[in-house]
């Protein structure tokens, strides 16, 4: 996830990590985890403090101006949950794909690369 | 059942055009130009696979999703290449270990045929367990891949390849944060995605290349173990 600033809003937030800041915690699929009190105030979301919840690294650009924040770890695996995360991509002629089209059918998902 | 394939290519779609109109699929083709499949599903190497059942949940993590080379009896023409690293990257590549031949095809048929009673679905535990291991380290190396993309892409090579670097040496055991940069300074010509290296007479930016980073850990451990 790129972020100009470590606000974004809770909308963007969830599109990029598949995280859903409730009002009980951040959520993913049935997994929610508590946060403390502040951390979601005004549609925006406290993504440092967020991202240390949930074992996120925050790595600002080389030169500045920009963060990324990696994928959760606080499980120790790379699926901390088995709920598909609904990924919106593009097909090869530019059409917009949201994986979760395709709920209520079973789906081998391969991954290939040309290189 | 449906199979959805997903490109992950920085460099956009005309890289991996010609290979979706060789193959003239009816399936979903797509593009991840973000490469959001890798930290989503754990996906280390490429090609790999992940079961995603009717009710959107993952019941097999990703993995590699074909036979190996041996198990083929193909012959690679890259062994006739007549250049002495893409042949030698070949030879490694022949070693590489995978299913048998019909092994994970099987097992797909099988999941199509039976659902969730298919033997090969996997427990949600299990799923999880065998989804990879990742800590901090590995969350701050998809951070840095995915800033080293978007330099990349926004022509900032020299930034890019300060981000790549850090992604490699923060997990050193993914194969696809190394082959995708790799893959961007390639010499001109037939071979030049998968070169993977130095060249002759030029400096190399990175501490490793392919045929380095496998003949130390050797071929069998090139894709993560795993059983059916």
Redesign the interface.
Same mark, same amino acid.
């Given at each position: 996830?790129?972020l100009p600033d470590l606000f974004p809003t809770s909308t963007a937030f969830a599109e990029a990590t598949?995280w859903k800041i409730e009002p009980h915690g951040a959520c993913k699929g049935d997994l929610c985890l508590p946060l403390a009190p502040g951390t979601y105030r005004e549609e925006r979301v406290d993504a440092a403090t967020v991202a240390d919840r949930l074992?996120?690294?925050?790595?600002p650009?080389?030169?500045g101006g920009?963060w990324?924040?990696?994928?959760?770890?606080f499980?120790?695996?790379?699926?901390?949950?088995?709920?598909?995360?609904?990924?919106k991509?593009?097909?090869?002629d530019?059409k917009a794909?949201a994986?979760?089209s395709? #709920?209520?059918? #079973?789906?081998?998902?391969?991954?290939?690369?040309?290189? | 059942?449906? %199979?959805?394939? *997903?490109?992950?290519?920085t460099l956009g779609?005309e890289?991996?055009?010609?290979? *979706?109109e060789a193959a003239q699929p009816e399936h979903?083709?797509?593009?991840?130009v973000a490469h959001?499949?890798?930290? $989503?599903?754990?996906?280390v190497n490429?090609?790999?696979?992940?079961?995603?059942?009717?009710?959107?949940? %993952?019941?097999r993590?990703?993995e590699p999703?074909w036979p190996a080379p041996r198990a083929t009896g193909a012959r690679s023409p890259l062994l006739d290449s007549g250049d002495a690293r893409i042949t030698a990257i070949a030879t490694q590549a022949t070693q590489i270990v995978s299913w048998t031949a019909d092994e994970y095809a099987n097992a *797909?048929r099988d999941?199509?045929r039976n659902?969730a009673r298919s033997r090969f679905v996997l427990s949600?535990d299990e799923?999880?367990?065998r989804?990879?291991?990742?800590? *901090?380290?590995?969350?701050? $190396?998809?951070?840095?891949f995915?800033?080293a993309q978007?330099?990349e892409r926004g022509g900032d090579h020299d930034?890019a390849v300060?981000?790549f670097r850090s992604a490699h040496h923060l997990a050193p055991d993914n194969w696809?944060y190394k082959?995708?940069a790799?893959?961007l300074t390639g010499p001109e010509g037939p071979f030049r995605?998968?070169w993977?290296g130095p060249q002759d007479g030029q400096d190399w930016e990175y501490d490793s290349d392919w045929l380095v980073d496998i003949e130390s850990s050797g071929p069998r451990t090139y894709y993560r173990p795993t059983e059916l």
């Open positions: 996830m790129l598949g074992g996120m690294a925050v790595v650009a080389e030169g920009l990324a924040i990696g994928p959760e770890s499980s120790g695996r790379a699926l901390a949950t088995v709920a598909a995360p609904d990924l991509l593009q097909t090869f530019g794909f994986l979760s395709l #709920r209520g059918t #079973r789906m081998v998902l391969v991954a290939w690369a040309p290189y | 059942m449906e %199979i959805v394939t *997903v490109c992950l290519e779609s890289e991996g055009r010609a290979f *979706v979903p083709t797509l593009l991840d959001q499949v890798d930290a $989503a599903f754990g996906v490429i090609p790999n696979a992940v079961w995603i059942d009717e009710h959107f949940n %993952i019941v993590p990703a999703a *797909v999941w199509a659902g949600a799923v999880m367990a989804s990879g291991d990742r800590d *901090v380290d590995g969350s701050a $190396a998809a951070a840095h995915e800033l978007h330099f930034r300060a981000h696809t082959r995708q790799w893959s995605r998968f993977q």
